[in-house]
């Protein structure tokens, strides 16, 4: 873990030269004074040395000098330009489709548009794919502003110092014990949940954060299935205001998750129950 939270030894030799200062500890040097451990000797003593306290404070100080920080605090003065040019071609920030259902698009394109011409249906296809490329470029800028939002409002977060795949940040629990946690962005409660709950979803999603929970581990594609801790951002509404994003954002602490159990029905190997934790933030 210690690996996904500092990126490369670079980083790693610079935490630890900042940990020396703050705690009695000796590290190897050359004559040049410069750390003289080998890779897998490096995040040993890494890992032998960490303190949760100390350590947390240290990472988050290099953090804020790094350029992952530097992208999610600039985020916000980027995204009004690729907004307003969305709209001036296509006025509602929706999606084209569903990126986990192409084929089933064009498919449907193909079948249900009989009458169109070809070109017709061509021009339909790009628009759509135009869409979703841009609302993508608005959704990462969106998503790092956030997870510069939850650092600053949350003193207990331990960022990763680089993009890492299925972790964004790592929490100590109330065992003293790390624990990652990968920010994950839904833009619905999942069309089950609107289906179950009719006109009063949104209503109901608002009021039972967890019931949205189970149903977004329960209906995951299971291509990219994982029972992995997650902070959720849903958004309930696609055009949101950015004030009103700031706002929720501000207010969420990230120190009770809520317990979630839920079955998933796998193609292969059938039903199997899971207990995640997790927090859910929602966007309207």
């Not at 030269?17 to 040097?29: A, G, V």
């Not at 009719?198 to 209503?203: I, P, Q, T, Y």
């Not at 954060?209 to 997650?230: C, G």
Request: proline share 2%.
């Amino acid at each position: 873990m210690y690996k996904k939270i500092l990126s490369n030894e670079n980083n790693a030799k610079m935490y630890l030269d900042i940990l020396e200062k703050r705690k009695s500890i000796n590290i190897p040097r050359n004559r040049n004074n410069r750390i003289s451990l080998k890779s897998n000797e490096l995040w040993n003593f890494v890992e032998n040395t960490w303190d949760n306290d100390i350590s947390k404070d240290i990472i988050r100080e290099i953090f804020r000098e790094s350029e992952k920080y530097f992208n999610g605090k600039t985020a916000l003065s980027r995204l009004p330009q690729l907004v307003d040019e969305f709209k001036k071609m296509f006025e509602f920030l929706q999606w084209g489709f569903s990126s986990s259902q192409c084929d089933k698009w064009l498919q449907s394109l193909n079948n249900n548009y009989k009458d169109i011409s070809g070109e017709d249906k061509d021009k339909m296809a790009s628009d759509a794919i135009i869409k979703n490329r841009r609302l993508k470029e608005i959704n990462t800028l969106r998503n790092d502003y956030i997870e510069y939002l939850l650092f600053e409002s949350n003193e207990n977060i331990i960022p990763t110092l680089k993009h890492n795949s299925g972790v964004d940040f790592f929490i100590v629990n109330s065992d003293g014990e790390l624990e990652k946690w990968d920010q994950k962005v839904s833009k619905s409660v999942t069309n089950e949940f609107k289906k179950d709950f009719g006109d009063d979803w949104k209503e109901i999603a608002i009021s039972n954060p967890a019931i949205v929970a189970e149903y977004l581990y329960t209906y995951q594609d299971e291509s990219r299935f994982d029972a992995d801790n997650r902070i959720f951002l849903v958004y309930l509404d696609d055009d949101i205001n950015h004030s009103n994003i700031v706002n929720i954002i501000n207010t969420i602490k990230l120190d009770s998750p809520i317990n979630v159990n839920f079955d998933y029905k796998h193609k292969n190997t059938g039903i199997k129950n899971y207990n995640v934790k997790c927090f859910v933030i929602l966007l309207y």
